[in-house]
């Protein structure tokens, strides 16, 4: 099963960069990185989904190595409004069953 | 375009009943995924249904099941409540291209927030 590593807090002020990095092995080799925001009682938005090297769109950026062991969520010059909990999501296989695991989150402050 | 829709949006019961939560996919998507969310901790995997049937499970006892109609919308159910079952439950839709070499891109519900006394 897939195992996946984030940092538990990040603080950060309007304007700056924000780099959330996941690590997960396991990764099933098909299978893609997702990242969710996620604002108190509601579902996980989706922000961004990647295989490989860069991806990015309009509100983010995601960058995932060649072995694909990690992935880096970044976020171009936040704002109060980015305050909020981050995870990745990827998959796995346990035999033929499908396994898809959250990451344990990253609690975003944005600070003015 | 309507999203994920999850019913009941809060829910009360007693420790030993039965509960059954709904969950309607975007249209088009034929699969659902389950996971628990307790407070403070990521969500957690339960099961996935695609076409009907059950792709994947979570590490969850028996007392939770679930099924996925030919209209593709899927029943959570969880008997003998326990306390601990107290948490915010999503559920997710998704296209699951992955048989094609696509993506499994989930999309969520609000979720359900069940409290159990």
């Known amino acids: 099963l897939a195992k996946t590593t984030q940092p538990i807090s990040m603080d950060s002020y309007e304007g700056q960069e924000v780099n959330i990095t996941c690590s997960h092995n396991?990764?099933?080799?098909?299978?893609?990185i997702t990242w969710y925001q996620q604002f108190p009682s509601q579902g996980p938005r989706f922000i961004i989904q990647?295989?490989?090297t860069k991806v990015t769109n309009e509100v983010a950026s995601l960058f995932i190595p060649a072995d694909r062991k990690s992935s880096t969520l970044s976020l171009p010059r936040v704002s109060l409004s980015d305050t909020a909990v981050y995870y990745c999501?990827?998959?796995?296989?346990?035999?033929?069953?499908?396994?898809?695991?959250f990451g344990s989150g990253t609690q975003l402050t944005v600070l003015p | 375009d309507a999203g994920v829709t999850q019913s009941p949006t809060h829910l009360i019961k007693t420790r030993g009943q039965h509960v059954t939560l709904r969950c309607s996919p975007i249209?088009?998507?034929?699969?659902v995924s389950w996971y628990q969310q307790v407070l403070g901790q990521g969500p957690q995997f339960i099961f996935q249904?695609?076409?009907?049937?059950?792709?994947g499970r979570g590490n969850f006892p028996d007392r939770f099941s679930a099924r996925q109609f030919p209209n593709y919308s899927s029943e959570l159910n969880v008997n003998a409540l326990l306390l601990g079952d107290s948490a915010l439950y999503l559920c997710?839709?998704?296209?699951?291209?992955?048989?094609?070499?696509?993506?499994?891109?989930?999309?969520f519900g609000p979720g359900t927030r069940l409290t159990v006394l």
């Open positions: 997710a839709s998704s296209l699951d291209g992955l048989a094609g070499g696509g993506t499994d891109t989930q999309y």
């Open positions: 396991n990764i099933a080799t098909n299978d893609y």
């Open positions: 990647g295989y490989k």
């Open positions: 999501l990827v998959g796995s296989y346990s035999g033929s069953a499908r396994q898809l695991t």
């Open positions: 249209s088009g998507h034929k699969s």
């Open positions: 249904y695609y076409e009907k049937e059950e792709r």
